[in-house]
């Protein structure tokens, strides 16, 4: 769950009251899909999104992705990600939704560009399910690949209150760090 918080805007001057969180509303690759496509090969829902391609399905779960505030340990940052998993990992998790199955911790990819990070499409992530009512939590996987890019280095250090307004001040203005499609 992200807290309200306010700031000056280095940009304009006013007072803003922001959230600290950013959500995605679809995963990337039904973004780019056309309009045709996504009534034909799609479903998407608030937690779902599946693809039908000619040759596989494409599964995705909305979750979240949380980085704390190193230097006001009261906030932390969560991204509302969209995260591709494999057939039987979206079946576990529906399964345990449902409460038939038991929470299987696996992998999948970060479906989503974060703004204000080098490319984290595809990066690899923990799928961590949790119950009553609460999307599941990612965490970027520490393989070599991985383990020097900024987002990783921020989910597990912190970033700062400075970071923090900068990625507000994105959010407010639509301005100034990558802008991702289907991000709210």
Known sequence: MHTR???TCTRCGQNH????????????HYFNLSDEQQQSIATLDTDFCTIRHAQQTDYFVH???????????SLMYSWY???AIDEATFKAYQDFLRGTAPAQKTVGWLANQLPGYPDTLNMAVEFHP????????????????QIA???LQDQYGGFSVLKLRTLSEHLVHGTGLVDQPGAA
Do not use: I, K
């Open 149 to 151: 890019h900024p987002a």
């Open 63 to 73: 979750a979240v992705l949380e980085m704390p505030v190193h230097d006001d340990p």
């Open 5 to 7: 918080y306010s700031f």
């Open 130 to 145: 949790r119950g009553n009512g609460m999307r599941p939590l990612v965490f970027f996987q520490r393989n070599p690949q």
């Open 81 to 83: 990600v969209w995260v």
């Open 17 to 28: 009251v922001c959230d600290t969180g950013c959500a995605f509303e679809v995963p990337y």
